[in-house]
């Protein structure tokens, strides 16, 4: 008898542990939206093992939070404020606790309508201010609270279509192995390279200030090889992918590709990229296509070879993003309402869809 029950004992602890280990393989993820509609701000879904969706609910409460970002450490999520009120955007600063967000503090952007942020292992943060289309430079302290505005960079001249009349500052980044900042200018049809003074705390132009992209390219977001030296830059404007290398001193564009068919005729914009850990894969989503381009990158040289599209089964993908172990890749789409997850062959780079739940005007997606 002491047996059975011994034996009885041993299947309920198993059962119990292997349920945490079901629950503990459930990943959230945060989602940023815009606040003109039904949303009320940042909210929290989770992607399970296989691939399933579930809403977790409203997390925090704040003004077109439009993109986030997460401190290294994970113990932050900073978050835009995408507005205009005079001449400044703002920048929201939250700790994550038991998969809530706390509110830290709140500092302006430095320009209108800021649409991007990131943050170094040092917690120094860029925001860049579209409208204002300048760069914002604070800094993050232990506590999660953020700096007042440090710095403003400003961009200045112009493309040649009708959204290049201005700066449109649309996204700026780290490099991963120098520190170095590339921004990333819509309307000035360039990326404008710096460096930070730590001890004035400044964005500083180095001696190579910009890059002209080809012209109508319209350069919004970029991703970097794991390797870190091939970049790849997206150009919303003319829908295409350049490759960018540091060639001994100035970067240089090596490649560009199409990220849309070749007989399609109807107007699209492309919107976020990212990389397969592994280096392999490139994604890239199209608006009005309504399709992520998936392309094999070669090893040696980094150039683009076409592999397909997918649909996102959705319109306006505006942002999109690979979970942390690269097995399932989720898209937010804007203008539908929802949120998509397809699982990747990891050898072929291919996506197969497996669930969808509605989202109010999701526009970012952060693990």
């Not at 978050?79 to 700790?95: C, I, K, R």
């Not at 040092?122 to 700096?147: H, I, P, R, T, W």
């Not at 060639?247 to 492309?270: C, F, G, Q, W």
């Not at 040289?301 to 890749?329: A, H, M, W, Y």
């Amino acid at each position: 008898m002491k047996k059975v029950l011994l034996f009885a004992l041993l299947i309920l602890v198993f059962s119990a542990n292997t349920t945490k280990m079901k629950i503990a393989k459930n990943t959230p993820f945060f989602v940023g939206t815009y606040t003109n509609g039904e949303s009320k701000g940042i909210y929290q879904y989770e992607i399970d093992e296989n691939g399933f969706l579930k809403n977790n609910g409203l997390k925090a409460v704040v003004e077109n939070p439009s993109f986030l970002a997460k401190s290294k450490d994970g113990k932050f999520v900073v978050s835009v404020n995408e507005v205009a009120q005079n001449d400044t955007g703002f920048v929201t600063s939250f700790a994550i606790e038991n998969d809530s967000l706390i509110f830290k503090s709140q500092s302006k952007s430095g320009g209108n309508h800021p649409c991007f942020v990131a943050i170094n292992a040092e917690n120094q943060v860029l925001v860049s201010n579209y409208s204002g289309g300048n760069v914002g430079f604070l800094e993050l302290n232990a506590d999660g609270k953020l700096s007042d505005l440090l710095f403003v960079q400003q961009h200045f001249g112009k493309g040649t279509t009708s959204r290049q009349e201005s700066p449109h500052a649309h996204s700026a980044w780290f490099h991963p192995k120098t520190n170095e900042v590339i921004s990333v200018d819509l309307g000035t049809n360039q990326l404008w390279f710096s460096k930070i003074d730590t001890q004035k705390k400044e964005l500083v132009f180095t001696n190579q200030k910009n890059l002209d992209m080809a012209e109508a390219a319209g350069p919004r977001h970029l991703a970097f090889h794991p390797n870190k030296k091939w970049i790849y830059v997206l150009n919303e404007l003319n829908n295409t992918i350049s490759l960018v290398q540091k060639m001994r001193d100035p970067y240089k564009i090596l490649a560009t590709v199409s990220m849309i068919p070749e007989d399609y005729k109807n107007y699209t914009k492309a919107a976020d990229i990212h990389i397969s850990d592994d280096g392999e894969f490139l994604y890239a989503s199209n608006r009005g296509h309504n399709s992520i381009a998936i392309f094999k990158v070669d090893y040696f040289q980094g150039n683009l070879e076409l592999i397909g599209f997918e649909s996102v089964k959705g319109q306006n993908p505006r942002n999109f993003s690979l979970t942390p172990d690269n097995k399932f890749l989720v898209v937010a789409n804007q203008d539908s309402n929802n949120i998509v997850s397809f699982k990747r062959d990891v050898k072929t780079g291919k996506l197969t869809f497996v669930s969808e739940i509605s989202a109010p005007n999701p526009v970012c997606i952060l693990f």
